[in-house]
């Protein structure tokens, strides 16, 4: 049971990196320190946008409408944080 547990919190290590990486990613890109058309960029983000779409989709659907704020990698990120916690604590 104990290596389900380590396993899990793994997992949810590796998450949480992605979206830290998507984050910083789309500021970089937003403050054009990026640029898409560098072939590296280019397929880092769209593979990162592919990897994390399915878990932010189900949040943007509930959030509401913050003009341009996404609030979803925040969310995903105190969900991650809460796991975490709850995991830690009962096992």
């Known amino acids: 049971m104990d290596s389900l547990v380590q396993i899990l919190m793994l997992v949810l290590d590796v998450v ?10 789309s ?14 960029v280019s397929q880092l983000w769209y593979f990162l946008q592919r ?12 959030l509401p409408a913050m003009g341009g704020i996404d609030l979803s990698p925040l969310v995903v990120i105190l969900g991650i944080i809460a796991i975490q916690i709850v995991i830690q604590n009962n096992f």
């Not at 949480?16 to 990613?25: D, E, G, K, N, P």
């Not at 990897?51 to 509930?62: C, D, G, K, N, Q």
């Open 16 to 25: 949480w990196f992605f979206v830290i990486a998507h984050l910083i990613m």
């Open 27 to 40: 500021w970089l890109i937003n403050f054009e320190v990026l640029n898409l058309r560098q072939p590296l």
């Open 51 to 62: 990897l994390l779409e399915p878990i932010y989709a189900p949040i943007r659907r509930i």
